[in-house]
């Protein structure tokens, strides 16, 4: 599975789904001089600290530092809850190194919490790494049922649809339009699309999408990837 066109099934994206802030030297230094919250502090005195360790771990996470992070993590576990924010995120840094059992359950854990949608796009995108793409559809489709305006989860499921088999091209080829409607600035969801409709042999229409990218040679590099992954698959476009 390539970036370009797997975009938010994999941590570096995230992303699935978070957007993750930045990280600098001078916030990691802020964090290296602090000490644990003791549990003499009251929770105004926390706060500061539990935020400052996780946006951290944000930053780690958004730079692909997935070991950093988890050690960060384990670190703020010692003294602190394991809120659903930390544990969306144990399951991003974790997915990040292979861990797929632990990331799995890390993200189950978000069910019944403010991140459930979360949660679900996260197993989903562990069922892709590993593959299992009929379980990662079922895994984004409620992720999408559970927030029907989020274009990554919708990118998301419509790239696992379109690994089911040509049956599915027409629900995978919904699912984007509808994602690159919410969101038209991502191109991780314009350039499935374009792989959805060139397996179509919807070249018209694959066309257009590809014409509306501005750089000559990006728009050569998206088409020549959409064909280079079909053949690759033996998955001939449509007649």
């Known amino acids: 599975m390539t970036r370009a066109f797997a975009g938010h099934f994999l941590p570096l994206f995230f992303v699935a789904a978070l957007t993750l802030g930045g990280c600098d030297k001078q916030n990691l230094d802020m964090l290296a001089s602090l000490s644990p919250p003791s549990n003499s502090r009251d929770a105004s005195q926390q706060s500061p600290t539990k935020t400052l360790y996780l946006t951290i ?143 179509e042999g919807k070249e018209d229409d694959a066309r257009r999408v590809l014409d509306s990218i501005a750089v000559p040679r990006e728009r050569a590099a998206v088409q020549k990837f959409a064909a280079d992954w079909i053949e690759a698959r033996h998955m001939p476009a449509a007649e």
């Open 57 to 199: 771990v944000e930053g780690l996470i958004e730079q692909g530092r997935y070991r950093a992070a988890l050690g960060y993590l384990d670190q703020y576990a010692v003294e602190e809850k394991r809120t659903p924010r930390f544990n969306m995120l144990r399951g991003e840094a974790l997915l990040g190194v292979e861990r797929y059992d632990e990331a799995a359950q890390s993200f189950s854990d978000l069910v019944g919490t403010d991140l459930e949608a979360a949660g679900l796009n996260g197993l989903g995108r562990v069922d892709a790494a590993r593959e299992h793409w009929a379980e990662a559809e079922l895994n984004f489709g409620k992720a999408v049922a559970a927030r029907p305006s989020s274009a990554d989860f919708l990118n998301n499921l419509g790239f696992a649809q379109l690994h089911l088999g040509e049956t599915m091209l027409p629900k995978a080829e919904f699912n984007l339009r509808q994602a690159q409607e919410i969101d038209p600035s991502s191109s991780s969801i314009r350039n499935n699309l374009v792989l959805i409709l060139m397996m």
